[in-house]
């Protein structure tokens, strides 16, 4: 029996089969295995279609970590469209959906993240998903401040409370439900500063 015929797959189809199996490199492997010739022998594919969706092995991890911030991205808003309008519920959806996407789906994010450091196309973008974040969580949050505002310092310090609870728990030192439960928190207390007389 001849082997089957092989689909040439859509440009976007093409790119989402090499993330896929790019972030599978970085999980099984490690970020040091992944290279433009390896993610081409892995998926099948000749390196010049590597290089033709990515250019430079800079751009792959780049492309990895702009995947993952679109995946937590999608998971947050659709669970905002789902919870209450409380800021109780909006509190809970964003610790969730920070925690939860790391453990879930960004455990090789770290490794990505530390090969660039250093690299001017990663400290631009990690500088734009910081903005972004902040921004959206400013925009969720500071309808509950009563007319009053959320701090720069506030907002930038809950993301750091957010990586390093992450962190935490994709090490094991606390569990999901710790990292969630204290980021909750975190977030409620910095709403709650902002509210005028406080």
Excluded at 69 to 91: H, K, N, S, Y
Excluded at 180 to 191: G, Y
């Amino acid at each position: 029996m001849p082997p089957p015929a092989r689909r040439r797959l859509s440009r976007e189809d093409r790119h989402a089969q090499l993330i896929n199996t790019a972030r599978r490199l970085v999980r099984d492997e490690g970020t040091d295995a992944l290279t433009l010739g390896r993610l081409a022998e892995q998926a099948g594919v000749t390196k010049p279609v590597v290089y033709d969706h990515f250019e430079t092995r800079n751009g792959l991890l780049v492309a990895l970590y702009r995947d993952y911030d679109a995946r937590q991205t999608a998971i947050m808003d659709a669970a905002l469209a789902a919870c209450g309008p409380t800021l109780a519920a909006r509190a809970e959806v964003i610790a969730s959906a920070y925690i939860g996407c790391v453990l879930t789906q960004g455990q090789e994010i770290p490794g990505v993240a530390a090969a660039l450091v250093g690299a001017p196309e990663m400290d631009a973008f990690k500088r734009g998903y910081q903005a972004g974040f902040i921004a959206r969580c400013r925009a969720i949050l500071e309808p509950f401040t009563e007319g009053g505002s959320l701090a720069p310092a506030a907002l930038w310090a809950t993301l750091g409370a957010a990586d390093a609870l992450s962190d935490a728990a994709a090490r094991g030192e606390i569990s999901q439900d710790e990292a969630v439960r204290e980021l909750r928190r975190i977030i409620l207390s910095m709403v709650e500063g902002g509210r005028p007389g406080r």
